[in-house]
């Protein structure tokens, strides 16, 4: 059952001045998501302001109006009357927001919108469902509850959502209700062709770089059921690359004959981050959580700070020990 969304949507008609937050690192859904829902508020006459820890990535140019979101130091310099709600989007917990979770609590209203298998209490309101596949199917009930189609601009923010959520439609949760909002995308004109081949097929040239790095060092670990791939910090300052270019990266190690789970290691200033795939039956979103972090059942994340070697022992002990 989809869980009640009348109390989240009394805050947001109550108010006048929305604050949306979407999480650092952001990828598709997040980007897409944060942008559907201002788009809704502001044809609703709600003033808005995104905000974001992290830059858009390069990649996601191609969505109308992506400039609206802002970062921290941005918002300071436009010295914004204060917020009546800020909105949290795709948001799994209170430091996902990074730098800008201190404005999200300024507002003396906050709501969350997510749908992770982990998720913290961190606003007042929650509309969480991890049964679906992305957060942009959560944005699309508000469309719904408000009553308002689509638009073109705002058809492709959702499909932005749903298809980089599911991995161009090929991971879990494809249930009626996704198809149905897509056939709604479809009716708004949504242009799906160019769309798909800008989140799907086109790389950046960096991006081919550190995938050749990655598959130097991929290895077959619990008799073939599990990979592992490693990128260093000279690797990226050698290929003259950044995190962003490394997105995707992880799931070539999955996507392979045999292979039940993966996971990349990459070396930063803050600690190892650890990106972590999987086929049903596993579950590595428990990986992700007993090393702080989180995600979903087949796709998750976390950081350990400890030197790399002893980081990614770690990760394989645990992930090893999961998959035998």
């Known amino acids: 059952m989809k869980p009640d969304i009348s109390a989240v949507l009394a805050l947001i008609k109550a108010s006048s001045r929305v604050l949306l937050v979407t999480h650092l690192q952001p990828d598709g859904d ?67 927001m990074g730098d800008c979770g201190a404005y999200f609590l300024a507002s003396p209203k906050t709501i969350k919108i997510d749908h992770h298998a982990t998720n913290g209490a961190f606003a007042q309101e929650s509309y969480v469902d991890e049964s679906v596949a992305a957060t942009g199917v959560l944005i699309y009930r508000f469309f719904e509850a408000f009553r308002q189609e689509v638009n073109q601009d705002e058809a492709l923010y959702l499909y932005t959502a749903l298809s980089t959520d599911t991995g161009n439609f090929s991971f879990g949760k494809l249930t009626e209700e996704l198809f149905t909002q897509m056939a709604a995308l479809m009716k708004a004109d949504l242009p ?46 050698d290929q ?41 039956p596993h579950d590595v979103s428990r990986a992700a959580a007993h090393f702080g972090g989180g995600g979903h059942v087949l796709a998750a994340g976390c950081t350990i700070e400890k030197p790399f070697e002893e980081a990614v022992s770690l990760m394989r002990e645990y992930l090893e020990g999961m998959i035998t």
Request: proline share 5%; hydrophobic share 45%; aromatic share 8%.
């Open 30 to 96: 997040a980007i897409g998501s944060v942008l559907a829902l201002d788009s809704l508020l502001r044809r609703q006459g709600k003033e808005t302001v995104v905000l974001c820890q992290d830059p858009v990535p390069e990649s996601l140019y191609f969505l109308p109006g992506w400039e609206r979101v802002k970062s921290a130091l941005a918002f300071e310099a436009m010295k914004a009357a204060p917020f009546d709600l800020s909105v949290s989007v795709d948001c799994s917990d209170f430091a996902r």
């Open 192 to 237: 799906i062709v160019s769309a798909a081949r800008q989140l799907h097929l086109v790389k950046h040239p960096a991006f081919i770089r550190l995938l050749t790095r990655a598959l130097d060092s991929l290895t077959y670990l619990a008799a073939g059921k599990l990979t592992m791939t490693l990128l260093r910090e000279s690797d990226f300052s």
């Open 240 to 280: 003259d690359a950044n995190m962003e270019h490394a997105e995707g990266i992880v799931n070539f190690g999955l996507n392979i004959r045999g292979v039940q789970a993966t996971f990349l290691a990459t070396e930063t200033p803050e600690g190892v981050k650890f990106s972590l795939r999987c086929l049903p």
